[in-house]
């Protein structure tokens, strides 16, 4: 069985199972949960499967970008699930999860979340009959210049506040801006070519936050410069 964890939004969304199709699934809502509520949900999941943490073969985990506490909070669980047990470690990029809900053979869907600053994370990806192909990279854009980039997608699916959403009207005949992140959907993407990233060494790997987390970001405007890496000293 494959565990999939999604913790790059204030969502927290788990999935057991082999595809989206059987899965179950338990979500958490609310900022700042995650480290709390997260290891409970995947012994609630298993509890439900009737079966132990030894029945998870791989672990698939949402690689961001998106909050930098919650990716955080995901890796650290998912890279010690992984190192303990020996199974396989895939990623996935949030967005895609969210892009996969509006796929069909040729059609572009985007897949957006809210990256603050008047700005979203987005990103397009062209779905094949024999994988994923990705048109927009993963990026924090201004939906000006994301209209201005991909001028008419198939659809696009995400979860952004009004204000930002209303930028998008009429960009797409499909448009869903209120939809939540669904771990399920994760499962299906590690058998797709062009979806999951299988990673061969774990503890080295480290999520895509998208930009500086907004403590960082402060503190360097504060300070005219960039924040010292703890590994190399300084202050």
């Known amino acids: 069985m494959r565990l999939a964890i999604d913790t790059a939004t204030s969502r927290l969304s788990v999935a057991l199972g082999r595809s989206s199709t059987g899965a179950i699934h338990e979500a ?65 990029p949030s967005l895609l999860t969210r892009a996969i809900v509006g796929s069909a053979p040729g059609r572009i869907t985007v897949g957006l979340s809210d990256a603050l600053r008047g700005q979203c994370y987005a990103g397009a990806w062209l779905w094949l009959p024999g994988g994923i192909e990705t048109i927009l990279p993963l990026e924090a854009r201004t939906p000006a210049s994301l209209r201005a980039a991909l001028p008419r ?46 990673v061969a060494d774990p503890l080295a790997w480290e999520p895509d936050y998208g930009r500086p987390a907004e403590a960082q970001a402060l503190w360097e405007a504060r300070h005219g410069r960039a924040l010292p890496h703890p590994s190399r000293g300084g202050g």
């Open 28 to 92: 958490v809502d609310g900022a700042r949960q995650h480290a709390a509520a997260l290891l409970p949900a995947i012994d609630r999941l298993l509890s439900r499967a009737g079966v132990s943490r030894d029945a998870i073969t791989s672990v698939v985990i949402a690689d961001g970008p998106g909050s930098f506490t919650g990716l955080r909070v995901g890796a650290a669980v998912g890279k010690a699930l992984v190192v303990a047990s020996g199974v396989e470690f895939w990623t996935v």
């Open 153 to 198: 997608p198939d659809a696009v699916i995400g979860e952004l506040p009004a204000s930002t959403a209303a930028m998008f009207a009429g960009w797409a005949p499909y448009l869903d801006l209120a939809h939540h992140v669904d771990a399920r959907w994760m499962l299906d993407l590690v058998d797709r070519p062009g979806g999951a990233h299988r």
